[in-house]
């Protein structure tokens, strides 16, 4: 009872910067903005007076604009320009979350490994990088992959260097200067680079805490390592792969930095729309729509990853007997 | 008979540079339970990790059969373990527990399922196959880690601490239950604690190790009646340890007095320790004719249900008594022991330095 005060900050904070929000999106999702209709009447003195809904006058003109609750914007997400646009995303997004995954699970299960030594300087390694700015980071990839870059002129002077290499790349069609820069690929590959981290630290906690003993159990009852690692650690894994894929993917899906960076703007996903929205369109109510959309998405997603796990537990009971 | 495990200098060196075994050699006959007992740190886990394939050892040779598996992982070992904390997979019920040997070497479900039900039977928990591990007490739980590791059909069982968890009650119905099954099943057993009665209580052959070495091995009853070393009279049971003069064999001088013994072979006037069980001290009456015996002062009466516990005092030393009979703080009596409850030991070699290191380490 006493406790019940303790928790008087968090629930003020939770309603301010969640409650709130949250209705306030909900409320530009279903509204439409529209200025006051009325009719113009013309006195016979020559003045004008205006006549509102209600049947007021007014003499000024009505100028202010009101909100009016209509799901017009619900009609127009599901053209297909926009319908597009998520699938797009989501598409980006899983095959981020996959790469992710491939990559981070084994990084994550070397660090983990028994031979391996000082595995906290080589988390630290991962994680530095995740220290500089988001920004910063993704033009770092600028300046490597663009035409002009890195990336490019090393090509280049190998080029020179190699003239047999040269003719063999162009009779293939291999141009001089290779556009690695706005497409989807560089798209997927700032997001690997800037999520990759966060499918790796929670899958390494998980198998860390694991208990080594599970391990030298099925070691004595007969386990080689590929089936200590199918029947232990896997199962054992499988609540930070949850936790990592969902701190890929969701951000994955939201962005929109990454895709105007890398891609140029010739890779809008759902994120760019959103933000233009608020932006260069100024149409708040279609935006929060959208935003609606991708929460939908978003949760639908969670919950389906929720079941996965819960059936994945199911099956384990009816595997032997 | 052909033994089924010799163990041969066996050697362990931990990488901070600590030996944990300094050259062990033990051998085990077939359907035999071996226990290794002693103090925290003193290797007997390691020894065990060793046979087990989970510590490689620097140098000596593990026989299993007659051949070297020092090079073998552990899954290649027909050899099975019972761990400390059981290590149980919390994932799967008691029955997918039991089964998970038979079922990673691909046998008929059928078949398991059924040897499963024996194994559960055997260690009284028919019925609970599909149980999960979380809702089992420690007693339970550690059945299964036994069922778990006897369905493989080992010849040899490794035993890590096993009861240390339990309580009191159910650790001696437990010791009980164990024997039993060792002896029904035929499989060598070899088992670890730092319990000297748990020890004494179940095995076959006991070893007393100490600082990674094997200070003597021997029935229960060798252990207990003829410890060979101070360390080994002290850890076994509750004994007086005082020092002593070999006046000649068969004779031996402590507490100022001389007395009749069964050792000899020490040489004449040989400085050695002398252990004397508490309850084969007797106390006599002043009046009680024996001459020569050495006197006391009862300084202290416990009542321990099965016997009075009092300390002696006589001359620089405090000795432990257990009799049936009180007597009361202060009086003066007589001790007197039987020349075969004697027990003369060469002066102990074992520094208290070394021990403390090692039960330091073990923490």
Not at chain 1, 295 to 310: C, E, H, S, T, Y
Request: aromatic residues 8%.
């Amino acid at each position: 009872m006493k406790n019940k005060a303790l928790t008087v900050p968090f629930v003020l904070w939770a309603a301010i910067f969640v409650v709130v929000p949250l209705l306030m999106i909900l409320w530009y999702g279903v509204t439409v903005e529209e200025t006051i209709p009325y009719t113009e009447i013309v006195l016979d003195d020559g003045s004008v007076i205006y006549e509102l809904e209600d049947g007021s006058h007014t003499s000024e003109k009505p100028y202010e604009k009101r909100a009016r609750v209509s799901l017009s914007n619900f009609k127009r997400m599901l053209e297909p320009t926009y319908l597009k646009l998520l699938l797009r995303s989501l598409k980006i997004a899983v095959i981020t979350t996959l790469i992710c995954l491939l990559l981070g699970y084994p990084v994550a299960l070397i660090l983990t490994g028994r031979d391996f030594k000082r595995p906290a300087l080589w988390l630290m390694l991962l994680i530095l990088p995740m220290w500089m700015n988001f920004l910063l980071r993704t033009y770092s990839w600028l300046s490597i992959l663009e035409n002009s870059g890195i990336l490019n002129g090393l090509i280049a002077s190998l080029r020179e260097a190699i003239p047999a290499l040269d003719e063999w790349l162009l009779a293939r069609g291999v141009r001089r200067r290779i556009v690695f820069l706005y497409n989807e690929n560089a798209v997927i590959l700032g997001m690997v680079y800037n999520y990759l981290s966060f499918m790796i630290m929670p899958i390494y906690t998980v198998i860390e805490k694991t208990d080594r003993s599970l391990l030298e159990a099925a070691a004595d009852l007969g386990a080689n390592p590929v089936q200590r690692f199918l029947r232990v650690t896997l199962p054992y894994s499988l609540p930070g792969v949850l936790e990592g894929v969902t701190m890929v993917f969701v951000p994955a899906v939201t962005t929109f930095v990454i895709s105007q960076l890398m891609g140029g703007g010739k890779v809008p996903l759902i994120g760019d729309i959103i933000q233009n929205q608020f932006g260069k369109s100024s149409d708040w109510h279609f935006g929060s729509t959208l935003s609606l959309l991708v929460m939908v998405v978003v949760l639908a997603f969670m919950g389906a990853l929720n079941r996965i796990d819960k059936e994945e537990a199911a099956q384990k009971e009816v595997r032997i007997l | 008979m052909e033994n089924i495990l010799s163990i041969r200098n066996l050697r362990v060196v931990f990488e901070d540079g600590f030996v944990a075994l300094g050259g062990v050699s033990l051998e085990i006959g077939r359907n035999e339970f071996v226990t290794l007992l002693g103090p925290s740190g003193c290797g007997k886990t390691t020894l065990l990790r060793c046979i087990g394939g989970f510590e490689k050892p620097g140098s000596g040779e593990i026989l299993y059969k007659g051949k070297d598996i020092v090079p073998l992982p552990p899954y290649k070992r027909a050899i099975n373990t019972v761990f400390q904390r059981y290590a149980l997979f919390p994932h799967l019920n008691v029955a997918q527990n039991v089964a998970f040997g038979p079922d990673l070497r691909g046998e008929d479900r059928k078949k398991t399922a059924r040897e499963v039900g024996r194994m559960l039977e055997m260690v009284g928990l028919a019925g609970y196959e599909k149980r999960r591990i979380a809702s089992l007490s420690g007693g339970q739980q550690q059945r299964v880690a036994i069922a778990r590791a006897l369905i493989n059909k080992p010849d040899v069982l490794l035993l890590d601490e096993p009861l240390a968890a339990l309580d009191l009650k159910l650790r001696r119905e437990m010791q009980l239950e164990l024997k039993r099954i060792q002896r029904e099943s035929g499989i060598t057993f070899v088992f670890v604690t730092h319990d000297q009665e748990e020890a004494l209580t179940m095995s076959d052959r006991v070893a007393v190790m100490r600082a990674g070495e094997i200070l003597q091995l021997g029935t229960p009853e060798d252990i207990y009646n003829e410890p060979q070393s101070a360390f080994v009279a002290d850890f076994i049971g509750e004994s007086n340890i005082l020092p002593g003069t070999m006046v000649r064999d068969k004779l031996v001088r402590f507490l100022n007095c001389e007395f009749a013994c069964v050792d000899s072979g020490f040489g004449e006037q040989a400085e050695v320790d002398v252990v004397v069980r508490p309850e084969d001290l007797k106390l006599r009456p002043m009046d009680d004719p024996a001459e020569g015996v050495p006197q006391g002062v009862v300084e202290s009466l416990l009542f321990k249900g099965v016997h009075y516990e009092m300390k002696v005092r006589s001359g620089e030393s405090v000795l432990l008594v257990h009799s049936t009979h009180a007597r009361p703080v202060g009086m003066r009596v007589k001790l007197a022991v039987a020349p075969s409850d004697i027990q003369v030991m060469r002066k102990s070699d074992c520094s208290p330095d070394v021990l403390k290191r090692h039960a330091e380490r073990a923490q």
